[in-house]
């Protein structure tokens, strides 16, 4: 059994800055892909950044030169900081990753999701 468990979100005025962690646990013999998605109110869920297991990331346009994603192998933990923050930038922000469990089987799992809320 794995679980995806996030921290980090908040409250945040605009042009502030906040930092996500997403921590995966369990069975776990190897992690691939590592990204956070979000889903503001209303609309579909989005990719917002990714990062693979040799460090290699992608991002949303929307987020370019803001948004850095990173991870520690080690922790098995991957993470999202967030500068110059924006308004559209409220959502639900959901870990995901892809990785290998015990038995050898591949599987992605979601986090439950943390809200990142920025209003002044």
């Known amino acids: 059994q794995v679980q995806l468990v996030e921290s980090g979100g908040g409250l945040v005025q605009p042009g502030g800055s906040l930092r996500l962690s997403c921590a995966a646990s369990g069975s776990i013999f190897s992690i691939n892909t590592m990204d956070w998605y979000r889903q503001a109110p209303g609309k579909q869920r989005e990719l917002v950044a990714a990062i693979t297991g040799a460090g290699s990331t992608n991002y949303a346009d929307s987020v370019k030169g803001r948004f850095t994603i990173s991870r520690d192998n080690a922790k098995n933990t991957v993470y999202l900081q967030m500068n110059s923050l924006k308004p559209e930038d409220t959502a639900v922000y959901y870990c995901?990753?892809?990785?290998?469990?015990?038995?050898?089987?591949?599987?992605?799992?979601w986090g439950q999701g943390t809200q990142v809320t920025v209003s002044s």
């Open positions: 995901n990753a892809d990785l290998v469990v015990t038995t050898g089987r591949s599987f992605r799992y």
